[in-house]
């Protein structure tokens, strides 16, 4: 049962690049290698919708939505801003509900009315696949965990998910289009 994981592992590797060094460590002999193994996600498993990517570690509610959310960043780094205005174009609120396994299913909870950005935030969910499978602390022996995440959007689209938005983050100052003009006293 060993050798088609250690094959899958090796053609991975070969796929993304790994050292050669890494694929001549795998064990030759399936009895050879201890019980104690660790098995480590793969490459494929973040992109992978029937693949969960990990199990989080999250204690609470709190951190187990930093954790999916930078997930969901994490696949869709071509979507970022790399910076926020100081007045957003939409503000999109998502209902997100992951159940034990780390499927997710967002609906759309509050939104200013703009529907290109509503179905852009959907779609980060879903291009995300499965999500961290919550921790029984974090399910507190539900079948699933339901949160609120906030998508803030600049006017050409590119977006950051609030949980997970950097603290260095620029923000982009207010043009002045009158022309720092004063207006007039009369007197």
Known sequence: MRTPVLALGAALALVFGAPAAAQDAAPQDPAATPATTQL??????????????????AKNIDDYKKHAAGHIVSVSK????????????????????VDAEGNARAVLWRSNGYEDVE?????????????PAPSPEVLKGQQSVRFLETWLFRHDGRYHVR???????????????AGNKKPARGG
């Open 40 to 57: 480590v996600p793969s490459p494929m498993a973040a992109a992978s919708p029937s693949v969960t990517p990990f199990r989080s570690q």
């Open 78 to 97: 071509h979507e970022l801003a790399p910076s926020l205005p100081p007045i957003l174009k939409s503000v999109v609120v998502l209902d997100i509900t």
């Open 119 to 131: 179905k852009i935030a959907l779609d980060s969910v879903q291009r995300a696949g499965r999500l």
């Open 163 to 177: 949980s997970v938005v950097p603290k260095d983050l620029p923000i982009d100052e207010i043009k002045d289009v």
